[in-house]
T-cell receptor, first 114, second 114 residues
Framework: ETGVTQSPTHLIKTRGQQVTLRCSSQSGHNTVSWYQQALGQGPQFIFQYYREEENGRGNFPPRFSGLQFPNYSSELNVNALELDDSALYLC?????????????FGSGTQLSVL | AQTVTQSQPEMSVQEAETVTLSCTYDTSENNYYLFWYKQPPSRQMILVIRQEAYKQQNATENRFSVNFQKAAKSFSLKISDSQLGDTAMYFCAFMKFFGQKLVFGQGTRLTINP
């Protein structure tokens, strides 16, 4: 167990709706990253948050947004859901300033958009 | 931009055999990390082994070892004495030094047969 927890584990939404996914990072970690993993693919980096600010973003549109809270937990928000947003969403926490390459992943949220 | 390629979509071996998973990558960076992650049906991404590019010595972790060829940009994973619990998706991944994101390959589905 990594200490990174994600909720919910599964979610079904319809096209055009909005969704919020949550992640609690491992104790002592101040950085959270989000990844999207489509079926049969490797994860793709969405963005990273450090000290409550976005600290890097992948090739995702603005309707993907996030928040990081003072306790370093995080949310991923997706507006105007599209069918292609159906995927496993993984959260990873790490300790910036230490070895940022030591990422600890949660078990993900499986999002289905109908 | 970095890319990671895994050319073996699926592999299958008998329990106790040795198996090698292939990975190639492309980067103009000189300092970086390479990783192998395991993703079992539980979906959690589990770090198997890590290699720092500046180290010539290949990393080993118990039954897992890598063959890192920097000039060839090759990073293969060898699993010795394979066990049923090794059955999973395996992802090769790249991260720049002080980078924010992992770049993943497409994955190799490994099945260990009894």
């Amino acid at each position: 167990e990594t200490g990174v927890t994600q909720s919910p584990t599964h979610l079904i939404k319809t096209r055009g709706q909005q969704v919020t996914l949550r992640c609690s990072s491992q104790s002592g970690h101040n950085t959270v990253s989000w990844y999207q993993q489509a079926l049969g693919q490797g994860p793709q980096f969405i963005f990273q948050y450090y000290r409550e600010e976005e600290n890097g973003r992948g090739n995702f549109p603005p309707r993907f947004s996030g928040l990081q809270f003072p306790n370093y937990s995080s949310e991923l928000n997706v507006n105007a859901l599209e069918l292609d947003d159906s995927a496993l969403y993984l959260c990873a926490s790490s300790s910036w300033g230490g070895s940022n390459e030591k990422l600890f992943f949660g078990s993900g949220t499986q999002l289905s958009v109908l | 931009a970095q890319t990671v390629t895994q050319s073996q979509p699926e592999m299958s071996v008998q329990e106790a055999e040795t198996v090698t998973l292939s990975c190639t990558y492309d980067t103009s960076e000189n300092n970086y990390y390479l990783f192998w992650y395991k993703q079992p049906p539980s979906r959690q991404m589990i770090l198997v082994i890590r290699q720092e590019a500046y180290k010539q010595q290949n990393a080993t972790e118990n039954r897992f070892s890598v063959n890192f060829q920097k000039a060839a940009k090759s990073f293969s994973l060898k699993i010795s004495d394979s066990q049923l619990g090794d059955t999973a998706m395996y992802f090769c991944a790249f991260m720049k030094f002080f980078g924010q994101k992992l770049v993943f390959g497409q994955g190799t589905r490994l099945t260990i047969n009894p």
